[in-house]
Nanobody, 123 residues
Framework: QVQLVESGGGLVQPGGSLRLSCAASGFTLDYYAIGWFRQAPGKEREGVSCISSHDGSTYYADSVKGRFTISTDNGKNTAYLLMNSLKPEDTAVYYC????????????????WGQGTQVTVSS
């Protein structure tokens, strides 16, 4: 049974940091593109950061470049999103997702999704 479970969300002040985790079970992350997406109220789901299954190259949305870092630990079968210098506009539900053999950061390309974790940036 394929399952992705996110954790690490919460309430943080502007300028603070959070690290999101995405634990995979029922399959290994090898050969999968891994993506972090977010959806704020009234907005479409957007790709935040992704790792290609082809060559491990990374993508970051312009709004998070230089602040967020995506990584994986294949030994733990877990992906991470380190978020620094958080801004109120980063407030959203964050999801991790996987796409077998993929390389994009487009939500509709991804097949399996976690349940999401809320990130709120507010003073």
């Amino acid at each position: 049974q394929v399952q992705l479970v996110e954790s690490g969300g919460g309430l943080v002040q502007p300028g603070g940091s959070l690290r999101l985790s995405c634990a995979a079970s029922g399959f290994t992350l090898d050969y999968y593109a891994i993506g972090w997406f977010r959806q704020a109220p009234g907005k479409e789901r957007e790709g935040v950061s992704c790792i290609s299954s082809h060559d491990g190259s990374t993508y970051y949305a312009d709004s998070v470049k230089g602040r967020f870092t995506i990584s994986t630990d294949n030994g733990k079968n877990t992906a991470y999103l380190l978020m620094n210098s958080l801004k109120p506009e980063d407030t959203a539900v964050y999801y991790c997702a996987t796409d077998f053999g993929g390389s994009s950061c487009l939500p509709y390309e991804y097949d399996d999704w976690g349940q999401g974790t809320q990130v709120t940036v507010s003073s």
